[in-house]
């Protein structure tokens, strides 16, 4: 494989964005990935989102297991810290970087067979315990490293490259993360940015477990006529239950109008923010709504995309465990050792 450098040179009047750096600051290394993969279109929204919010790279921990998606964050943020573990075991790692650093801001980058095969357990349980971070699935359905098998979240009836058509129902790991008990949970399309990069900065600042599935076509063995995970399906069975952006926090803006009605609502920076109300009755606080909508819709054979649930009481694991706030390698032997009386204080209070 040859590695291909990005040139060192830039244009010296590219926009800076807050903390003074550019959108090339937050790039990463040439793609090695086929083209058209929708990781790399992945990779390049989380590239903006990382930006347009001027988060400090350095700040980053990104993690991933084995697979096509787990290459990718190789592709962003060339200066934060950056672990590719073992195959489905990224949610173990992951979680100790946040428990050992709640300063972190963690994102973990997985696929349809990393999260929904050998590591489903991880999956199920890193949702449950809240882990403050991003977690991203690059779903495909299909393994692409190992020349196009199905994926456990391939659905029933979709075929293969060579018309073999799949015998097993799909595994939803949406609907899976809404019952398990993520506080904030999306899906989206790789194909549609304006989508994606709103849900990436609303997920990085989320606190709490931040799910977001995205539909990634491979071009290699899943984008051909019949295939339910081709760029052609996906974009023909789409619906957006709801049309949302990120803003940062300003002074509560509120307003009310009637579903079917078009709103105008003027925003902080001096732009305005034109609203659609689209279906009264979709509630993103509403879990077992969401869940019940998101799964009627597979039934019709529909993808529901934006922002599916999120619980505006969110809490993380640090709170559940009432950690220590500042990161343990700062830690002094004063704090790691505090004493006999201390010791004898925490053994009577099991006793």
Do not use: W
Not at 95 to 113: E, K, M
Not at 278 to 291: I, M, Q
């Amino acid at each position: 494989m040859t590695f291909v450098a990005k040139p060192r040179v830039h244009h010296p009047k590219l926009p800076l964005n807050e903390i003074g750096l550019t959108r090339r600051d937050y790039e990463g290394s040439v793609s090695t990935l086929c083209a058209g993969c929708g990781h790399d279109s992945v990779s390049a929204a989380i590239v903006q989102a990382c930006a347009e919010l001027s988060l400090p790279p350095h700040r980053f921990a990104k993690v991933s297991g084995i697979g096509c998606s787990s290459k990718t964050p190789s592709y962003f943020l060339n200066k934060s810290h950056g672990i590719n573990t073992v195959h489905g075991r990224m949610p173990s790692v992951i979680t100790g970087a946040n428990l050992a650093n709640r300063d972190l801001y963690c994102v973990g980058v997985s696929g349809d067979g990393d999260s929904a095969s050998i590591g489903m357990g991880q999956f199920a349980h890193i949702v449950r315990r809240r882990i403050d971070m991003l977690y991203i699935v690059d779903n495909n359905g299909t393994y692409g490293l190992t020349k196009g098998q199905f994926s456990a979240t391939n659905d029933k009836g979709s075929t293969s490259k060579k018309g073999v058509p799949n015998l097993y129902e799909p595994i939803d790991l949406v609907s899976m993360a809404l019952q398990i008990g993520a506080s904030f949970v999306a899906r989206s399309f790789s194909g549609d940015k304006r989508q994606l990069v709103p849900l990436l900065k609303a997920g990085l600042k989320h606190r709490g477990m931040a799910f977001i599935d995205v539909i990634s076509p491979c071009v290699a063995f899943n984008n051909h006529q019949g295939s339910t995970k081709s760029y052609d399906h996906t974009r023909q069975h789409t619906e957006n239950v709801v049309n949302a952006d990120y803003i940062e926090e300003h002074d509560e803006i509120t307003a009310d109008y009637e579903p079917g009605t078009v709103e105008d609502v003027a925003m902080p920076d001096g732009s305005k923010l034109r609203l659609y109300k689209l279906d009264e009755n979709y509630d993103v606080h509403d879990r077992v709504g969401a869940l019940n909508y998101v799964q009627r819709r597979q039934e019709e054979g529909e993808v529901v995309t934006g922002l599916l649930y999120v619980d505006p009481d969110a809490s993380d694991c640090h709170e559940i465990l009432d950690t220590v706030h500042r990161p343990l390698n700062e830690l002094q032997e004063v704090d790691l050792c505090p004493g006999n009386d201390m010791l004898q204080t925490i053994n009577a209070s099991f006793r």
